[in-house]
C-alpha cells in the first residue's frame, strides 16, 4: 500500500487492536422507551441537561463526527456520555471502493463502539457492509440478542440485492433482538417490521417532508421513539 493512503490511526486506536481476532461488541440493556433521537449535527439544539432523554445518531457527512474518531479525547468522550446512548459511527461501504478501503470503514465503526463501549457508553453497533467479503468482519464477535443498528437511508432501489443477501447473514450471524433502521426498510425487512424485529427511525429528510405536510410551522428532527 503506497503510503499516502494508508489510513490515520487516531492514538485511543491502540487500545482496541484487531492483530489477536475481531474485537467483541457486547450487549448491553437498553430501555428505548420513551426516547428521542438527535443528530450529530443538530445537538446544538438541546441542551445539556436534557440530553439523557436523547439517543445521538452519526448518519451525516464524515465532516460532521470525523473528530469522533481522530481525535477522541475526554472531552469529547464526556459529552457522549451526556447522552443516554449513541448510535456507531457511520463510516459507509461501498461497491465502488476496493475491499481494502470499506475494511477500513468497517473497522473504524467497531473500534469506535467497541471503546465506547468500555467507558461507560451505550454504544448501539452500526452494521454496514457490501459484498461478501465483508461479512465476516462486519458480523462476527458481536453479541447475541444485542439491539443493533442498520441504515438504508442511501440506498435507492427499495429491493437492492447487495443489501438483502448481508442482510440475511446478518440475521444469522448476530441474531438481534431489535434492529434499529434509519430510513425506509427495504422490502426484505417487511416481515421483520410487522414481527416487532425491525424498528423504523424516519431519517432527517423524511422527517422534514412529513412535518411540512402537515404544515405545523416548525421543522423538529428528533422523532419520539414507542415502546419497543
Known sequence: MNISKIPYIARWCKAISFRKGIPWIRRQKINLSGKKFVLINEISKIPD????????????????????????????????????????????????????????????????????????????????????????LAFSNVEKNSIIAVSTYRIQDPDDKMFRKGYKRMKAAIKPSLILCYGTPQKCMEKDVSAGLVLCIPSRFELVKLELAEQNGQLSFLPELMSA
Request: net charge negative; with cysteine; aromatic share 18%.
Open 49 to 136: 441537561e436534557q440530553r439523557k432523554d436523547y439517543i445521538l445518531l452519526f448518519y451525516a457527512d464524515e465532516k460532521h463526527f470525523n473528530a469522533f474518531y481522530t481525535e477522541l479525547d475526554e472531552t469529547r468522550l464526556s459529552k457522549l456520555q451526556g447522552f443516554y446512548a449513541i448510535f456507531g459511527l457511520d463510516y459507509s461501504t461501498y461497491p465502488d471502493l476496493d475491499e481494502d478501503e470499506n475494511r477500513v470503514a468497517i473497522k473504524r465503526n467497531r473500534r469506535f463502539c467497541v471503546y465506547c463501549q468500555q467507558h461507560d457508553i451505550l454504544c448501539i453497533y452500526n452494521v454496514v457492509w457490501t459484498g461478501k467479503s465483508d461479512y465476516k
